[in-house]
């Protein structure tokens, strides 16, 4: 198997990930001293114990270790009151949605009553955190540490593997290019080099060294293809993409997976030329399953085989269930339509293929050992809430943090004769909207809300804090907005946070204007209007357009749904406590018009040319550029990039190009160095610069610290006319900087063996 994105030997804990890519070695290098790979046993055909349980199985409890269904309601469906009977019976295999250790055990009970006592596996969604919810999953690759994202998720499998659960449907690795879209919050945004880094992080965290460890969860890549493309940004809707675009683009993140030892996947619910992904053998079989080798479990989403009658390309159940299976589906999710598939020669192969694939998922789970445990209630209660994972979640919601602006120097905050703030805003105290979306167990009453936290630590210090909402989140309601902007008058500073509330982002919550909903903008030019230092601060789960926003505030700060523990990590954020650090993974439009708008987008045989207004690539109206690049984020300090240099031999792989880094100014800050390769010449149309490392540093004033990347041939390879990946020699223009805008530094002319020679601008 080819795996193109793997990591360098040389990456340190916490510090070095994303830095590079290298080709795919016989042991994978460690993220983090305390964290090694997953993993993944292969597909046991010649397992004895479970070839011996196969035999002994019949068909209606083959197609029941097929069946998964709810235990608690989520999705379109209601529950099905036999299920607990069915369970007994061994027609269903797994229950997805439900939690807690006294709940699984009876339904584990159940199982073990059936005539095989084969053990449930219980599933979840656990996105971004189970009791302790971290920040959504876009900011997290924000922080550009997937350093954090690791160990997220690995926070996350230990709290919900404690409460009984054994899979998690995470991680969501689709590349997004759309912030129309709503589930943008649970992808690492639009580059396939950052998602494939940040998807490896994401299943080491949650499945950890050895999956039948009990603190562990199976992972789930999701979803399997070109999800993100869906059209005009309407979630489920058709998605048109090449070959190419989909092998180049939206695939390097799943692969990625694979390489971390991904132990399920989750196609996608659209239909991609011509043909719905939960019937698509091109996806699941000839290129997971023959060209990745994939061996583990592919999982329907919900009700998504029985959703191809509505696609028209199946009649009847029957005929549905077939399609789902001969292309490569495994387990049904709440359609109930393998259990009453029809008996012949093919299926029967295909549903003993898949039973096999299911019973050695939870063989590796440790499940047919201890069918128990995930099931400690003593553990439960230990380690669910443990105060050092609010903790974590502190430091992880500042850390992906995103300073767009601060034009006045107002962060940090110098609150010398500040007496009275006023926090403002419709975001303030909503501590459910913190938490964001595809949060299941989170609780808002154990969430410390933005308003929460600044008063908590505000007022430690002396300083009162009054608080208006000015205006509902969503529905435009101008009633309240003078009377906040009086409270804004008679403070000293004003904290006005705005954005979207937790409804109107993730999954089927897509939005074809991005601006600030209802009211909002009218309460910032209330405020505003009243000049006293304003610090905009934005809850929101997508990007978002801007532009009046930034015409009116000099301070702009990006939280993002940031989670159980927002208030205190804002707190952290505006006081200087916790450095400014976090960048864009999104690039952020000038107006929805713009849209789809990414940094790595193919250049034009009439591009942009200053000072030509016509018969280029370009609007009438406005410019082509957006308003905040990918990658883009202030600090609060002064940054000086040295110019990088090749520091390799010609002649050799690999290339190594180097740099230093300093802090000129006065204050602790962070940065991420970013680098940037543009291919000047090959045979298919380039992009225009593609990402290949990252490092995020935090540096004291006065500090330089040095950075490093390391390319390999393999990075440098590219999807072909023969959809292969191919490497050509030729030149690059090398760009090292803040964000996707850095200026070039130098070309490089590369060949077969490695660096033939460098030239300056």
């Not at 965290?205 to 999701?222: H, I, N, R």
């Amino acid at each position: 198997m080819s795996i193109r994105f793997s990591l360098s030997k040389s990456l340190v804990a916490g510090l070095a990930f994303g830095l590079f890519v290298q080709p795919v070695v016989a042991q994978e290098t460690e993220w983090g001293s305390d964290a090694p790979p997953a993993i993944r046993k292969t597909f046991q055909k010649d397992d004895v114990f479970l070839k011996d349980l196969l035999a002994k199985m019949t068909w209606e409890e083959k197609c029941g270790q097929l069946t998964q269904y709810a235990g608690e309601l989520t999705g379109p469906q209601p529950i099905k009151k036999e299920l607990f009977s069915r369970i007994g019976t061994g027609e269903i295999g797994s229950v997805l949605s439900i939690s807690g250790v006294e709940r699984c055990r009876k339904m584990q009970d159940e199982a073990l009553k059936s005539r095989l006592k084969i053990p449930l596996v219980f599933a979840f969604d656990v996105i971004h955190g189970y009791r302790t919810v971290y920040p959504i999953p876009i900011s997290e690759a924000a922080s550009f540490d997937p350093a954090l994202a690791q160990e997220a998720a690995r926070v996350a499998a230990t709290e919900a593997s404690a409460a009984g659960i054994n899979w998690t449907f995470a991680p969501m690795v689709d590349l997004a290019r759309d912030p129309r879209w709503g589930r943008v919050i649970e992808g690492a945004g639009e580059d396939p080099y950052m998602g494939s880094v940040f998807a490896k992080a994401r299943v080491r965290g949650f499945q950890g060294e050895d999956l039948s460890q009990p603190d562990t969860l199976a992972a789930c890549a999701k979803h399997l293809g070109g999800y993100g493309a869906a059209e005009g940004g309407r979630d489920y809707d058709t998605s048109e993409i090449s070959e190419m675009t989909l092998r180049e683009s939206y695939m390097p993140p799943f692969e990625a997976a694979m390489e971390a030892g991904v132990a399920t996947v989750m196609p996608s619910f659209q239909e991609t030329a011509g043909r719905p992904s939960h019937a698509n053998t091109f996806l699941l079989q000839d290129l997971l399953r023959e060209e990745w080798g994939f061996p583990g479990v592919v999982v329907s989403d919900y009700g998504a085989i029985e959703e191809l009658l509505a696609h028209r390309i199946a009649g009847d159940r029957n005929s549905a269930g077939k399609l789902a299976l001969e292309a490569g589906v495994d387990i049904d999710m709440m359609s109930d339509i393998f259990r009453t598939l029809p008996r012949t020669p093919e299926t029967e192969k295909a549903v003993d293929e898949a039973v096999l694939r299911v019973l050695t998922l939870k063989k590796d789970l440790g499940l047919f050992e201890d069918p128990y445990r995930y099931l400690d209630v003593e553990r439960e209660s230990q380690v669910v809430m443990n105060p050092e994972y609010r903790r974590g979640a502190r430091a992880a919601a500042a850390k992906g943090a995103v300073l767009l602006e601060n034009r006045d120097s107002l962060l940090p905050l110098d609150l010398n004769g500040v007496k009275q703030i006023a926090v403002i805003g419709p975001l303030a105290a909503d501590a459910r909207s913190a938490l964001g979306e595809w949060n299941l167990v989170g609780r808002a009453e154990d969430t410390v809300s933005p308003l929460m936290g600044l008063q908590k630590n505000f007022e430690n210090r002396g300083i009162k804090v009054v608080h208006s909402e000015g205006c509902p989140s969503w529905e435009s309601d101008p009633s309240g907005i003078s009377k906040a902007a009086q409270l804004a008058a008679e403070s000293d500073l004003v904290i006005l946070v705005l954005g979207e509330p937790y409804d109107a982002t993730g999954e089927s919550r897509n939005r074809t204007q991005i601006g600030l909903p209802g009211s909002q903008q009218d309460l910032l030019e209330a405020v505003v209007a009243k000049g006293k230092p304003t610090v905009t601060v934005l809850a929101n789960g997508r990007p978002l357009a801007l532009t009046e926003v930034k015409d009116l505030t000099p301070t702009l700060l990006v939280l993002w749904h940031a989670g159980i523990e927002s208030g205190n990590a804002l707190y952290d954020l505006l006081v200087g406590d916790a450095p400014i650090g976090g960048k864009l993974p999104m690039t952020f439009p000038r107006s929805v018009g713009q849209i789809p708008l990414y940094y790595n987008r193919k250049t034009s045989g009439r591009p942009p040319a200053e000072g030509v207004e016509k018969y280029r690539v370009d609007y009438h109206d406005s410019p082509l550029t957006p308003l905040y690049p990918f990658g883009y984020g202030l600090t609060t300090s002064a940054m000086k990039f040295s110019t990088p240099v090749v520091s390799s031999k010609p002649g050799e792989w690999p290339i190594v190009i180097e740099g230093d880094i300093s802090n000129t100014g006065s204050r602790t800050a962070d940065e991420v160095p970013q680098l940037y390769l543009s291919d000047e010449v090959r045979s298919v149309t380039p992009p225009r610069k593609e990402l290949k490392g990252f490092e995020r540093f935090t540096l004291e004033p006065g500090q330089t610290q040095k950075y490093r990347f390391v390319i390999e041939k393999d990075d440098l390879r590219f999807v072909g006319l023969d959809m292969k990946r191919t490497f050509e020699p030729g030149w690059y223009t090398v760009a090292v900087g803040a964000d996707s805008d850095a200026a070039a530094n130098f070309r490089m002319e590369v060949g077969e063996d490695g660096l033939v020679g460098v030239s300056r601008p």
